[in-house]
């Protein structure tokens, strides 16, 4: 039987995933316009568009790793699924609102710099790496964000 | 393991020797020639002219290159749209197998042949020629082929009217003439008053209606000005034909063009099977020649003598000197250690091992040449956290294989193919590891250390102290580094100031957890202080004045907060290390999940879901584990001692596109 509590932390996990995931596509979709800009100027120079390109997708995978751990902590995968109660339910729900909203915002703004970076990989293809390093700067964020998220999803209920 | 000294090589010689030296030293692949300080009396070198006539001929060349893959990708269109009824291209593209793809490499050319090639163009100059004609000739097909488009547009008109255009004269007493009119303005037109005049509908298309006209001659003036009232334009055709065997006249013309397009391509791919190696060997001869002429530039001369000056790395110095001895070249040489100061090019020799890492660092920045050279601790750590974040026992197994099994199929020049190196060993890392955390294909099985999933804290911990560690062995490098340049005081306050804080700090800590290390507490308080007035010592050493000083000393301080978040940053070992073990238990769990579901079916869709999502999941991750990885060198490890900012060693005659220049036969210098 699914409680309140229970419905609060599925939807968690489905804000971590959604949003997260919604941010990666913006992100993802962005560079890959820029990247198909790129391409069609030098088809050398896939490579390292696809890279960058890449580099937002991650939090989308972040976010599917808190909706898992959420599923897993409340057994929803193996059939009796834990009646939580209401505030056990908005605890997992807060875990995971950090990855929801950072993994959102960052992964779009990751994929600005991801655009950024493929003008710079389009005039001076040897500063690739700088490029990629600029963008993953911006998901140090993200990484913080899962961290706290999962810490509290996997230590809010036992 | 280590940067390579190098030799400053200056060399006085006749000028008629000049073209010899320069060749010789293009070989060699010993010498980057830079600009020789001023000499009075003499003046700098001078060799645009020449620079600009192999321009073109390079110029000529890259056309032949791109111009034949223009034709091959036309013809290859051809050819897939053709049927069996309209043949048109027996045009067939070379086949080239996965195996010989992943092989390929560029080939081999002696110097014997690159010479031959050089000094002989008439085979590639008529070549040239010859593709320039094609290439004109098509265009000209091409341009008559639209005009004959526009053309069959204009006709397609007048395919209603059944009478060759030639007719359409008329005589003495009456005109006759066929033409078009916007349907709109001719269906609300009245020309009752006008009763000499006839008109004849032939037909309608796309809104413009044909007419043919007739009239007195004598009325001709005010006729036409009545038909030019409504739009009406006459045809101005005189050729023997109907408008429809006009058409097929063109169509036939058209097909005909293209053929003979087609025959112009094949022409032009025959030339290129043929005279493609020497292309592209001319190609990089022209490069060749290019980097003398800018040689040339570089040096000071005068009417019967040049200066040359070149960094030569001091392992080859003598080889050098020889080859250049053996030449019969008149010269004199002098060869002398760089002055204090003086930049030099990188030249770094590494072990098997820790020279792939190189192309990791040097996508950072090359070493400068009087640094430490990072890469043995870049290769180390580079190992030891690529696994960490890929972390699963089966994908670190199957990247050694692909990235050490490619390299063994393609077998890569020296120096080449130092990512696949990366990837293998990146492999063999993540192979350890995964038995460490017993992660297999995303399930767990009996891990040495600790399962990521079940105990996330311990993995958190361990994702931690690596940075920490990291981060100290990288101020340990920059104190050694310090006390090897003469600066202790720095070296001391620097980095040996914050040892202590840290150290104390650990104590500290400890001494309030552990009840029996109560008595360190006090102790671990004095080393703090200890500590923390030698960073502030540090911030303001150096500075000049008091409030330089201050502001120097309180900097330093602000620098606990750049620790912190150097040290957070390894956390990602921790995020990706996990993801990596969900994403694989989620493409699990899927595939067994559709395996209960749909009977028979379900087995395929098992075994489909495995293979793509752990493919999926090996990729992503290793992607991630790269990115990150060298993330972490680039900003945690390397602000703490490595400034970089040379300049890889690049010898005169290494700037080759297509050949790979060596002479076998000959002496190996």
């Known amino acids: 039987m699914i409680t309140i509590g229970t419905f609060l932390a599925i939807l968690g996990a489905a804000l971590a995933a959604g949003l997260a995931g919604i941010g990666s596509a913006i992100g993802v979709g962005m560079g890959g316009q820029a990247a198909a800009g790129v391409t069609s100027e030098d088809p050398d120079k896939f490579g390292s568009c696809l890279i960058l390109q890449l580099l937002p997708g991650t939090q989308g995978i972040y976010g599917l790793l808190i909706a898992f751990i959420v599923f897993i902590k409340i057994k929803l995968l193996s059939g009796a699924v834990l009646a939580l109660s209401l505030a056990e339910g908005l605890g997992i729900l807060a875990g995971c609102l950090p990855l929801a909203i950072v993994g959102l915002i960052s992964a779009i703004h990751q994929g600005k710099v991801a655009v950024s970076g493929m003008a710079l990989v389009a005039k001076r293809p040897e500063e690739q790496s700088k490029a990629i390093v600029m963008a993953v700067m911006v998901e140090t964020y993200a990484i913080l964000a899962l961290l706290i998220s999962f810490l509290a999803v996997f230590f809010a209920i036992k | ?669």
């Not at chain 2, 199929?409 to 993540?430: A, D, F, H, N, W």
């Open chain 2, 1 to 669: 393991m280590a940067l390579l000294p190098f030799k400053k090589l200056t060399l006085i010689a006749h000028a008629s020797d000049e073209e010899k030296i320069l060749t010789l030293l293009s070989r060699t692949g010993s010498a980057e020639i830079i600009k020789t300080s001023e000499i009075e009396h003499c003046a700098a070198g001078d060799a645009n002219d020449r620079e600009e006539g192999i321009l073109s001929e390079s110029a000529e060349l890259a056309f032949c290159l791109d111009f034949w893959r223009a034709e091959r990708t036309r013809l290859n269109k051809i050819r897939k749209k053709q049927t069996e009824e309209r043949k048109i291209t027996n045009y067939e593209p070379k086949k080239v197998s996965l195996l010989d793809k992943i092989r390929a490499k560029k080939p081999d050319v002696s110097f014997d042949e690159f010479d031959r090639i050089g000094a002989d163009r008439s085979e590639v100059r008529a070549a040239y020629k010859r593709l320039r004609e094609i290439s004109q000739e098509e265009s000209e097909l091409k341009g008559e082929e639209s005009r004959n488009l526009s053309l069959i547009e204009q006709l397609s008109y007048y395919t209603c009217a059944d009478i060759p255009f030639d007719r359409l004269k008329g005589d003495r007493r009456v005109s006759v003439s066929v033409g078009l009119v916007p349907a709109d303005l001719y269906k609300g037109s009245d020309f009752a008053d006008l009763p000499v005049l006839y008109l004849q509908e032939l037909g309608e298309r796309q809104r413009v209606v044909t007419l043919f006209v007739a009239y007195p001659t004598e009325e001709r003036g005010l006729c036409e000005e009545r038909l030019s009232a409504i739009g009406f334009s006459k045809a101005t055709f005189t050729f023997p034909m109907t408008a429809t065997e006009k058409i097929a006249e063109l169509r036939a013309r058209n097909e005909e063009i293209f053929r003979t397009s087609v025959s112009l391509a094949e022409e032009a791919v025959a030339i290129e099977d043929k005279m493609r190696p020497q292309v592209e060997i001319l190609f990089d001869y022209c490069r060749v020649e290019q980097e003398k002429c800018q040689a040339i530039d570089k040096t000071f001369r005068s009417g019967t003598s040049f200066v040359l000056t070149a960094w030569v790395p001091a392992h080859l110095a003598e080889s050098t000197e020889t080859a250049l001895g053996n030449s019969g070249a008149t010269y004199y040489s002098i060869y002398e250690d760089p002055k204090e100061g003086e930049a030099y090019p990188t030249f770094t020799k590494n072990n098997p091992v820790v020279a792939p890492y190189e192309s990791i660092t040097n996508m950072y920045s090359a070493p400068s040449p009087r640094e430490i050279d990072p890469n043995p601790f870049v290769a180390f750590f580079y190992f030891v956290l690529f696994g960490l974040m890929v972390s699963d026992a089966a994908y670190g197994l199957i990247l050694a294989l692909f990235g050490f099994g490619l390299y063994a199929i393609r077998k890569p020049r020296k120096g080449e193919g130092q990512l696949l190196l990366v990837i293998g060993m990146g492999g063999v890392s993540t192979l350890i590891w995964g038995i460490m955390f017993g992660g297999y294909f995303g399930e767990t099985f009996h891990p040495v250390l600790f399962s990521p999933m079940n105990d996330p804290m311990s993995m958190l911990i361990l994702s931690i102290g690596m940075g920490v560690f990291q981060i100290l062995f990288g101020m340990g490098i920059a104190f050694v580094a310090k006390c090897k340049n003469k600066k202790p005081l720095e070296a001391i306050f620097g980095e040996g100031s914050w040892f202590v804080l840290f150290i104390a700090l650990g104590l500290f800590v400890m001494s309030g957890m552990l009840s029996g290390m109560s008595g360190l507490k006090l102790p671990s308080l004095i080393l703090l202080g200890m500590g923390g007035a030698g960073v502030l010592i540090g911030g303001a050493l150096g500075r000049k004045g008091l409030k330089g000083k201050l502001a120097g000393a309180f900097s330093n301080v602000y620098g606990v907060t750049g620790f912190m978040s150097d040290i957070l940053s390894y956390c990602r070992l921790f995020g990706l290390g996990l993801a990596t073990g969900v994403v694989g238990m989620v493409v699990n769990k899927i595939a067994f999940i559709l395996m209960d579901l749909i009977p028979v079916v379900g087995y395929l869709l098992f075994v489909a879901v495995l293979v793509v999502g752990h493919v999926f999941n090996i990729a992503i991750n290793t992607l991630g584990a790269y990115v990150h990885n060298s993330r972490l060198q680039y900003v945690e490890f390397f602000s703490r001692f490595y400034t970089g900012g040379g300049h890889i060693f690049k010898p005169m005659g290494s700037n080759l596109k297509y050949i790979y220049l060596s002479d076998k036969g000959g002496k190996e210098l």
